[in-house]
Structures are given as structure tokens and as C-alpha cells.
T-cell receptor
């Protein structure tokens, strides 16, 4: 089975840096995804990690430690438009199991 | 590319009625996934197809739910009879495996309300 944990809510200030953590316990592992979902919209792909280490993509970075079952999403230079839910998802085979999501509120 | 297309975008129906949700995956994608999202349970995988063949339907709640993929460009998710607890947003996603990374692209979703 799969178990994925992430904080329910976070608040941060515009221009700051925020780190959203995700821990997982899975029976198989083909990679870890982060998706962004604005209210009332579909999830959109942000990042993918399959090997340990940091993947950087513009203002967003994602880190993975397979031995610890741990990942984080790092958002730099926060903008108001970054207010959204961030979903951690683990791939086992071709199926994704999603965490419940972290709702990030960016304040002025 | 138009992305994943879903219809209808919104559906309001009465308990006991049949509901059919439709999905057109991105052209060239060979995998299609149906998800359901609720506040209580988050985003859950219901079923997925690979090359039009159902691979894993363990997430389908019960026999009232059925899904088909008659060809590479069309899939349906049917609920018969519908119940109020089926109210949720239903997402369809498609993917194709480029090398060793398989990214799923989501459609806009169908917001279903069963009264």
C-alpha cells in the first residue's frame, strides 16, 4: 500500500521562500511528482524526481531522499499567484498515489 | 495541442439517474487515467488504461461505476445509478512515457453534483 503525508496548510509572505515537505511509505517506487492545483482548476505538473538529490526549475526546486522516504518542494521569490494547493504524488508502476495536498497561502 | 478534453464540465443530476462522463486524451498518449477528487478523500485513482486496455480498476468504488475505452481517443466513466456520495470532481489524465519519466496531464475535470 501507499501512505503519503504532507502538511495541510502553510502561510508565507510574498518574496519569501517556502519549503513544503512530503514523506511517503510505498510498496513500490518509480518516482515522485509534485503538482500544483489552483482552486477550481486541474492539477498541473511541476517537477519529477526519481534519483536522490535536488532538481531545480526556475523558482521551483524539488528534493528527494529515497532512503528516508522524503521529498520537499522549495518555492523561491514567492508571488501571490503561487497561492494554491501543492500535491505530492508517488508513482508505483504507472499509477500515481497522491497526498492530500498542502494549501499554500501567500500574503502581501 | 488542445490538451485533455472532458465533457461535460458540470453535471447536476438526481439520485438514481445514470451519469456518463467523457474524456478525450492528448493525441499520441497511450495511457489514460480516471481520478475522483473530494475534500474528504483528496485525489484518488479510479482506473487506468494502457493502449485501451484496463490495467488496474482496484480504485473503482463499486459495481455502480464502469469505464470503457473503445479507442485511443475516447473514454467514458459511467455511474449507474448515481448517489449523492458520488458528488465530486472527476478528472481524466493522459500520459505517454518519454524515456523513464511519465508525466500525467490532467483535463479540466467534470464537477458532478448528485441531489
Amino acid at each position: 500500500g501507499q501512505n503519503i503525508d504532507q502538511p495541510t496548510e502553510m502561510t508565507a509572505t510574498e518574496g519569501a521562500i517556502v519549503q513544503i515537505n512530503c514523506t511517503y511509505q510505498t510498496s513500490g517506487f518509480n518516482g515522485l511528482f509534485w503538482y500544483q492545483q489552483h482552486a477550481g482548476e486541474a492539477p498541473t505538473f511541476l517537477s519529477y524526481n526519481v534519483l536522490d538529490g535536488l532538481e531545480e526549475k526556475g523558482r521551483f526546486s524539488s528534493f528527494l531522499s529515497r532512503s528516508k522516504g522524503y521529498s520537499y518542494l522549495l518555492l523561491k521569490e514567492l508571488q501571490m499567484k503561487d497561492s494554491a494547493s501543492y500535491l505530492c504524488a508517488v508513482a508505483a508502476g504507472r499509477a500515481l498515489t497522491f497526498g492530500s495536498g498542502t494549501r499554500l497561502q501567500v500574503q502581501p | 495541442d488542445a490538451g485533455v478534453i472532458q465533457s461535460p464540465r458540470h453535471e447536476v443530476t438526481e439520485m438514481g439517474q445514470e451519469v456518463t462522463l467523457r474524456c478525450k486524451p492528448i493525441s499520441g498518449h497511450n495511457s489514460l487515467f480516471w481520478y475522483r477528487q473530494t475534500m474528504m478523500r483528496g485525489l484518488e485513482l479510479l482506473i487506468y488504461f494502457n493502449n485501451n486496455v484496463p490495467i488496474d480498476d482496484s480504485g473503482m468504488p463499486e459495481d455502480r461505476f464502469s469505464a470503457k475505452m473503445p479507442n485511443a481517443s475516447f473514454s467514458t466513466l459511467k455511474i449507474q445509478p448515481s448517489e449523492p456520495r458520488d458528488s465530486a470532481v472527476y478528472f481524466c489524465a493522459s500520459s505517454t512515457p518519454p524515456s523513464n519519466q511519465e508525466t500525467q496531464y490532467f483535463g479540466p475535470g467534470t464537477r458532478l453534483l448528485v441531489l
